[in-house]
């Protein structure tokens, strides 16, 4: 069973960066693509940034380009949330979720199609 936990959430003011960390643990790293879904309050759900499984293909959402940086680390089993630059519409909740199978070569952009979640971090922008 596929077990994530993400970790990195914080207040930050308007400008300042965090960095959100999520480990997978119970399966082979590589086995999945690897993304960090985000919700609001009162907000549905919204695709933040996916990776493959090598790292070779990275998605982001137009509303975080240039500011977010997707990675992974396969010695540490862990994918990593960049934010620079952040904004109070940055505020909500972060999940980090992963898919296997052959998503793994094409990550996907929409958090439905995910299979696995962690609890989630709060990241608070304050302006």
């Known amino acids: 069973q596929v077990q994530l936990v993400e970790s990195g959430g914080g207040l930050v003011q308007a400008g300042g960066s965090l960095r959100l960390s999520c480990k997978l643990s119970?399966?082979?790293?590589?086995?999945?693509?690897m993304g960090w879904i985000r919700q609001a309050p009162g907000k549905e759900r919204e695709f933040v940034a996916a990776?493959?499984?090598?790292?070779?293909?990275?998605y982001y959402a137009d509303s975080v380009k240039g500011r977010f940086t997707i990675s992974r680390d396969s010695s540490q089993n862990t994918v990593y949330l960049q934010m620079n630059n952040l904004k109070p519409e940055d505020t909500a909740d972060y999940y980090c979720?992963?898919?296997?199978?052959?998503?793994?070569?094409?990550?996907?952009?929409?958090?439905?199609?995910?299979?696995?979640w962690g609890q989630g971090t709060q990241v608070t922008v304050s302006s």
């Open positions: 979720a992963a898919d296997g199978g052959s998503s793994k070569y094409s990550p996907p952009q929409k958090a439905s199609e995910y299979d696995y």
């Open positions: 990776v493959s499984w090598s790292g070779a293909i990275r």
């Open positions: 119970g399966r082979t790293f590589n086995n999945y693509a």
